[in-house]
Structures are given as structure tokens and as C-alpha cells.
């Protein structure tokens, strides 16, 4: 049974010229023990996958769902406080951007020591609860490889660099030693050494301590080190999903091609100062949603039927929603 | 921190000395002889005259004169009122309290009630509480302060007669002077019937009180508000209920310290507009506050006593302006960049 296993996702906003689909059926899964990734462009929506997973929505945004289970259990229809101690115990998140993530008025040390939830202090006394508290962050802080510790726990978020911050959100996240860590873009901004470290880290603490991990992020190379599976989304459409090895080996979905072939080092083939493969044109602003398939007006295979929606089909574990999948011309 | 309290001194000073130089200034705009509107002696004889020159050092040059007006404002002779006779600096130290004094009730009324509004309100954003709150602020921000002054008078003074219209307190009970804030005065007598005087003095307080707080609430319901709604629509704030933390904790241990935070400066500055209704109200309450006092001058073209107290109510904006914001320095230390004063 999957972790987390999401169907059908519709989250729908109201902008200023009515209600918007931001999300449109999206569907999503994660298994015990899987490194999940979900790619897509900037403004695709993967964000606000992450933030209806654990509820931090405006409460005015409709958020619908066939299905939302975590470990079984219907998370739309939990009351909050059911929720809220699924996301205290079993669920971490890392924000996208740290700065903002981070209360600014308060120190890093009163924001970790928040996030440590009282089972996995030993019984003592509650005068002695502030030192176990003390000695989880700084190991959470080592671990990913923050060495100056007491800096940065005296410290408000403003006074530490940048990717300080966002180390120091991934050991926030991984303080209360969840079960499945949805990690936003953890990466962002951070330069090569760092990131790998991080990667690393999580990498290890997926083998070692059966931590599942969804990966949001637009790094292919990354994702490709990192994740087992993985999940493209195009412009809130979940457009084709399965095991990592597929899909890099085969991709069935347009948009999944022109996204691994506009990364050059997934290109072996690629000659010296040729031209970079790119789709066409931009994604649509949420004023002007294509119907149907949302890929339509960029996608080279576009045809009369993809103005309608394309239902989901499988190969097996390989999810794809396309009228024209690549495979059919080899077929 | 010590280059902060310096700069901020720095602008103490030098806004004082150009409020003192802008007050010297007026002797010499206002219609008439520059030496009577600095003296408030009117038609000063031959002898008179050149004492007085010699005395404002006018026959010196400009500079000379304007340090010697220095001086002398230092010293407490600020020239002597053409109404009364008396001094100026006196009426002013006399009349001065009682503003601050309507001016703090009114602060301190509106803070209490407006504060916990405003939060509420922020808290429940597009909700019946937030709209009702919303418009009940928008009546009291809309209001001319002067109208309501007036409409209280009619209705709980004349219509139901359950609270006086003018005046501190009762011509019955002789006060004695002494800090200038009647309350006060009031608690360190040893007059006889001293709880009835209090309880009059109260009674006397409510009407101008209320009729200043109405403004100065609403607008800080709708500061608060704005303010608490753009934090609990925050990251951060979404990231602390993402931590697994309860509606409460996050309200508690993040929102309102950054709700709060931001929008001080701004709270402590309505004291200088509540200062400025203060004199209108005084004005219809007959308060024996600096508004009033003023405001007779202006009739009576008592020039001395125009300069002197345009020149004590800037000092005391002035000054409570800058303390509140080393104050709130002090208490927040947060905001370490800004290191020069904003308007």
C-alpha cells in the first residue's frame, strides 16, 4: 500500500477573473521506503501539490480530490487536528524559499526546538526537556553539515547567509523523524558541494531509516541521482509518471521527451555545438488555460482530439495521459 | 546601538533648534513690531524700547539675536502674554498637562480596545466578525471628530444629563495645582471630599475621552488588522502549521509578535494626530488644555502666545516621537538596518 496516494487532485483558485483550475487532476503516489520525484517547470503547480498535501492552503481555494490517503486514512476528510498530528509526527516539509519559511522575529534555536516532538525526548524532568531539545538540533545541524552550530542557533534567520537557512530548514524538517519528507526544491541556490552533501544525506537516510522522500524540483540531474520514481507534471496536469528507469529509457508522453532532451548531459548522443532542443513558446498563464490536454498548443504531435482531455493509460507501473504516446509510431 | 541613540539625538537636537529658530522666525512675520510680538509688551516707551532691544539683542544683528532668543527660551522667559499679562511659559507649563493628560487617557482607551479588535478581526478575515468590526471602524474613521464631540453633548449631557459637558471638574471642588494633570492632583491633595472630586473629575473625563478615542481606535483596529492578515498569510506561518503546530501556537508564538512588531511605530505615531484632535475637542469641551488656550490666543492676536505654544506642542511631538522610537529600539532590536530615522 502507498504512503501517500493522491487521485484526482483539483484545486481550484479565484483570481480576479474567476475561478481558475490551478491543479487539474492531478495524481500522485508514494511508496514506503521510495524516493519519489515530481518535475516540472517553474509555475507548474508543484508547489501548491506540496502545500495542499499538508493543508497550507487559504481556506477560500477549493481543494478537491477521488482520493487523499495517508497510509490509508482520507486526509480532506480529517478534522484539523487529525491532520495536524500527521504532519507533526509523520510528515515533513522543506519550503521552497527558506526566508520566507522562517519566522523572521523569532531565533533558529526556538524554531527547531518546536519541530522536536516530545516522543523522542527521554522521560526527565520538564526543566531538562530544554537541553535534550538543545542537543537534537545541534545533531540535526551537523548532520547536514552545518558545523557552526551555536552562531547559528543564536542567530534570526536574517543574520545567516542564504543556504545556511535552507540547510537549516532540512534538519528542521528532519528533526521529528518523520516518515516522509516532502522537500520542495531543497537544493535551490545551494552551490555544488553543498547540494551533493545534501543529496547524500537524504539519500542515506532513505537506505537507513526507511524515510521516504518526495522530491520536488526542476534539477533533472538531481532527480535522476536521487530518485527511484518520478512524477511530470505540466502546468497542474500530472502527464506521465513510473519508474525512473522507464521513463529516462522510454518516455511516452511528449512533454516528457522535449523535458529530458533539453537537458544536455542526459544526451550522450548530442554532437559538439549543436543546437539545445526546446519546446516552442511558454507556459500558459492561468488567465489563458488551454482545454483539454494543456500541452496542446506547444506539442509537436498535437491533434483535433486533444481538446479534449486524455484519460490516464498504463504500461504496467507507467501512467501516461496522451492520445498520441511516442510509442505508437514505433509500434 | 551607540551610533543609534547618537543619531537619533543628533535629530533631537537639530529639529529642536529648528523648531526654535522657525518660533524666532514667527516674531518677525507675524503683523506689528517684531520686539512686541517677542515681549508681549505692547507700545513700549522710548526707555522700555531700548531695553528690550538690548534685552533680545536685536540691535546685535541676526545671529546674535537669534542665540540671545535661545537663551532665553532655555531660561523659561518666553515673553509674557498680551491677554493676561502673565508669562507665557507659565501658561503653557499650566495649560500643557491637561492635553497630555485627555491625550493619554484617549491613547491608552483606544490601544486597549483597538488592539484586541484588530486582532480579532485580522484573525477572522472575510468572516461576519471581520466585516462587522470592519464597518464599525469605517463609521468611526469617517466621523469628523468635532461632530461627535458635539452629538455627545446633545445626547449625554442636554437629552439624558447623566455626565457634564465642560470643564475638568466641578467649580465646586478647588483643586490645587500642582502637576497639572488633574487626576493626579487630585490623589495628592488632602482636600476634603476627595473621592466625590475624583469621581467628578472622571465623569468630566469620559465625554472628551470618548469622543477622541473613536478616531484613534478605528484607525488602529485597521492597522492592526492589515497587518495581522499579511502575516497569518505568510510563509512562515503556513510552515509553523506545516510543523504540526496547533491554530493557537502559531497565533501566540509567531503571529502576533510579527503582527504586532511592524505596526508600533505606527501606533505610538497616532498619539501626534490624537494630540491634534485633542485641541479641537478641548475647544468644545472648554478643556483648560494648550488647544484651547491656543485657540483664544489666535482670536485675541496674542502673538507671544501663539509662538510659545506652537513651539511647546511641536517640542513635545517632537521629542515623544523620537524617545518612543529609541524605546521601541530598545525593546525590539531587531530592525538593525535602519540605522536613519524615517518619516
Request: include cysteine; charged fraction near 20%; proline fraction near 5%.
Amino acid at each position: 500500500m502507498p504512503l501517500l496516494d493522491i487521485k484526482n487532485l483539483t484545486l481550484e483558485i479565484d483570481t480576479s477573473f474567476g475561478w481558475v483550475k490551478a491543479l487539474d487532476k492531478v495524481n500522485l503516489s508514494v511508496d514506503t521506503k521510495e524516493v519519489r520525484a515530481l518535475v516540472g517547470e517553474s509555475g507548474s503547480g508543484k508547489s501548491l501539490i506540496v502545500k495542499s498535501i499538508i493543508g497550507a492552503l487559504p481556506e477560500r481555494w477549493k481543494v478537491t480530490a477521488d482520493r487523499m490517503n495517508w497510509k490509508g486514512k482520507d486526509l480532506l476528510s480529517m478534522s484539523d487536528n487529525q491532520r495536524r498530528a500527521i504532519t507533526r509526527s509523520e510528515m515533513s516539509v522543506v519550503f521552497q524559499n527558506p526566508l520566507s519559511a522562517l519566522d523572521p522575529s523569532a531565533t533558529l534555536e526556538e524554531q527547531i526546538a518546536e519541530t522536536i516532538p516530545d516522543n523522542l525526548l527521554d522521560k526527565g524532568w520538564f526543566w531538562q526537556r530544554r537541553a535534550q531539545r538543545h542537543s537534537i538540533a545541534v545533531a540535526q545541524l551537523h548532520k547536514v553539515g552545518i558545523r557552526d552550530h551555536e552562531l547559528c542557533l543564536k542567530s534570526y534567520p536574517h543574520q545567516l547567509p542564504e543556504d545556511v537557512c535552507q540547510k537549516f530548514t532540512i534538519a528542521m524538517a528532519l528533526a521529528s523523524n518523520p516518515r516522509l519528507l516532502i522537500a520542495d526544491n531543497p537544493t535551490m541556490g545551494m552551490e555544488i558541494t553543498t547540494k551533493i552533501q545534501i543529496l547524500r544525506l537524504l539519500s542515506k537516510l532513505n537506505k537507513t531509516r526507511e524515510l521516504s522522500i518526495l522530491f520536488v524540483s526542476h534539477d533533472l540531474l538531481a532527480i535522476s541521482a536521487m530518485a527511484d520514481s518520478m512524477t511530470v507534471l505540466y502546468c497542474g496536469q500530472s502527464v506521465e509518471s513510473g519508474k525512473m528507469t522507464q521513463i529516462r529509457k522510454r518516455p511516452l508522453h511528449p512533454y516528457t521527451k522535449a523535458l529530458l532532451d533539453s537537458a544536455p548531459s542526459f544526451r550522450r548522443d548530442l554532437p559538439p555545438k549543436a543546437a539545445l532542443h526546446c519546446l516552442e513558446g511558454t507556459i500558459p498563464t492561468l488567465q489563458h488555460l488551454p482545454i483539454g490536454c494543456r500541452l496542446g498548443p506547444r506539442c509537436p504531435r498535437a491533434q483535433k482530439e486533444c481538446v479534449k482531455m486524455p484519460d490516464v493509460r498504463r504500461i504496467h507501473d507507467h501512467h501516461y495521459a496522451c492520445h498520441f504516446p511516442l510509442h505508437r509510431d514505433k509500434a | 546601538m551607540l551610533v543609534y541613540l547618537g543619531r537619533r539625538l543628533n535629530l533631537l537636537v537639530i529639529t529642536l533648534f529648528i523648531l526654535c529658530a522657525g518660533s524666532f522666525a514667527l516674531a518677525f512675520l507675524f503683523p506689528g513690531d517684531p520686539l512686541t510680538n517677542l515681549s508681549g509688551l505692547a507700545n513700549p516707551d522710548e526707555q522700555l524700547r531700548q531695553q528690550l532691544m538690548h534685552k533680545y539683542a536685536l540691535d546685535q544683528g541676526f545671529f546674535a539675536s537669534l542665540w540671545q532668543y535661545f537663551q532665553l527660551i532655555f531660561a523659561g522667559d518666553w515673553g509674557i502674554s498680551m491677554r493676561s499679562g502673565s508669562s507665557v511659559f507659565e501658561e503653557v507649563t499650566r495649560t500643557l498637562p491637561a492635553s497630555i493628560e485627555l491625550s493619554v487617557y484617549a491613547m491608552v482607551l483606544s490601544l486597549f480596545i483597538g488592539l484586541p479588535l484588530g486582532i480579532f478581526s485580522g484573525l477572522s478575515h472575510r468572516k461576519a466578525l471581520d466585516r462587522g468590526i470592519l464597518s464599525f471602524s469605517l463609521i468611526g474613521y469617517s466621523v469628523p471628530v468635532f461632530w461627535l464631540a458635539l452629538l455627545m453633548i446633545l445626547v449625554f449631557a442636554l437629552k439624558l444629563g447623566v455626565l457634564p459637558m465642560s470643564d475638568r471638574v466641578s467649580l465646586l471642588y478647588d483643586v490645587p495645582l500642582n502637576t497639572g494633570f488633574v487626576l493626579l492632583d487630585i490623589l495628592q491633595s488632602d482636600m476634603e471630599h476627595r473621592e466625590a472630586a475624583l469621581q467628578n473629575a472622571f465623569a468630566h473625563l469620559i465625554l472628551p475621552t470618548l469622543s477622541l478615542t473613536v478616531f484613534t481606535c478605528s484607525l488602529i483596529v485597521r492597522l492592526t488588522r492589515r497587518s495581522v492578515i499579511n502575516v497569518m498569510d505568510s510563509d512562515y506561518i503556513k510552515a509553523a502549521y506545516a510543523k504540526g503546530m496547533s491554530r493557537s501556537e502559531v497565533v501566540w508564538q509567531h503571529g502576533l509578535k510579527n503582527a504586532l512588531i511592524p505596526i508600533m511605530p505606527q501606533l505610538v505615531m497616532q498619539f501626534t494626530l490624537l494630540m491634534t484632535n485633542a485641541m479641537i475637542v478641548e475647544v468644545i469641551f472648554s478643556w483648560p488644555g494648550i488647544g484651547e488656550w491656543m485657540i483664544q490666543a489666535i482670536y485675541q492676536r496674542d502673538f507671544p502666545s501663539i509662538r510659545g505654544g506652537m513651539l511647546a506642542v511641536s517640542v513635545v511631538v517632537v521629542s515623544f516621537t523620537i524617545s518612543m522610537d529609541v524605546l521601541l529600539k530598545l525593546l525590539y532590536p531587531l530592525s538593525k538596518r535602519q540605522l536613519h530615522a524615517q518619516v
